[in-house]
């Protein structure tokens, strides 16, 4: 079955980096485009970024653009998002998802799910 693992969720200081990954298994990874979102407590899940099957394309949330790079490594089954600059409001549950196809910006739109990983920003 397909498995979404994330990992590399911490806490870390405003204007710190960190950089979370998710592992693929269960899929042919190549045929699916990857995202990231997150919820934050007592908000809605949001879309973070999205990258293409080939990696070629990237689209990001106003929110972390600039600041945020999503990527992907087919020949791993892996897409990390490198996050920069990190602000108190980036706090939340990350989760990666799969969508067969093309990149879609809607969470209902992608099929499988990880378990998320807490990034916290402290002051």
């Known amino acids: 079955q397909v498995q979404l693992v994330e990992s590399g969720g911490g806490l870390v200081q405003a204007g710190g980096s960190l950089r979370i990954s998710c592992a693929a298994s269960?899929?042919?990874?190549?045929?699916?485009?990857m995202g990231w979102f997150r919820q934050a407590p007592g908000k809605e899940r949001e879309f973070v970024a999205i990258?293409?099957?080939?990696?070629?394309?990237?689209y990001y949330a106003d929110s972390v653009k600039g600041r945020f790079t999503i990527s992907r490594d087919n020949a791993k089954n892996t897409v990390d998002l490198q996050m920069n600059s990190l602000k108190l409001e980036d706090t939340a549950v990350y989760y990666c998802?799969?969508?067969?196809?093309?990149?879609?910006?809607?969470?209902?739109?992608?099929?499988?799910w990880g378990q998320g990983t807490q990034v916290t920003v402290s002051s």
């Open positions: 269960g899929l042919t990874f190549s045929s699916y485009a």
């Open positions: 990258i293409s099957r080939s990696g070629g394309n990237t």
């Open positions: 998802a799969a969508r067969l196809g093309v990149t879609r910006y809607l969470d209902s739109e992608y099929a499988y």
